[in-house]
């Protein structure tokens, strides 16, 4: 299973905004500090706005945030909103009738098995932890000047 680069920028713009702590976080900043276009970022902008994990502020000074606290985020809602199938074969398509097992293939249920594994996992982890497991995050996305000194 490969997450599309969609998926991998949507979860570092969340980890921006959560590291912004409540700040308005701007899109020509996000991509500055990850190196990609603008333009990029705001096509994946429009999904995470639309299910309600990003708020949009418009106006001179607008910018984005999140739409709820990063502890209320999990990589799975991420996905979810991302991802377009979790096809893991092509037996998972819903027009996959040239196989005579597909209703009874010992492979399409182990691939859900993994592939419910595989959400359960993503379900445990939230923006908050990513952000919070990373002391000098806000040094590294240029956030601040100096790198955060971890406590003793």
């Known amino acids: 299973m490969r997450l599309t680069r ?5 979860v570092r713009m969340l ?7 409540g700040q308005l976080s701007r899109i020509g900043d996000i991509a500055k500090a990850y190196s990609v276009s603008e333009l990029f970022l705001f096509k994946i902008l ?6 309600g994990l990003i708020e949009s502020v418009r106006g001179r000074n607008g910018g984005i945030r999140l739409g ?4 209320k985020i999990t990589l799975l809602d991420v996905v979810t909103v991302t991802e377009d199938s979790f ?3 092509e037996c998972f398509e819903n ?4 196989c005579p097992l597909v209703d009874s293939c010992s ?4 691939l859900r098995k993994a592939l419910g594994a595989f959400f ?4 445990t982890y939230s923006i908050d932890d990513l952000v919070k497991s990373r002391p000098s995050i806000n040094f590294l996305l240029g956030l601040e000047d100096q790198p955060a000194v971890p406590a003793a």
């Open 87 to 89: 096809a893991m074969a």
């Open 15 to 21: 980890m921006y905004c959560a590291a912004n702590d």
């Open 107 to 110: 492979l399409n249920t182990a």
């Open 95 to 98: 027009d996959a009738t040239e």
């Open 120 to 123: 359960e996992v993503l379900e």
């Open 68 to 71: 709820r606290s990063a502890d």
């Open 46 to 51: 429009q999904p995470l706005t639309k299910s």
């Open 6 to 10: 969609q998926t991998n920028y949507a």
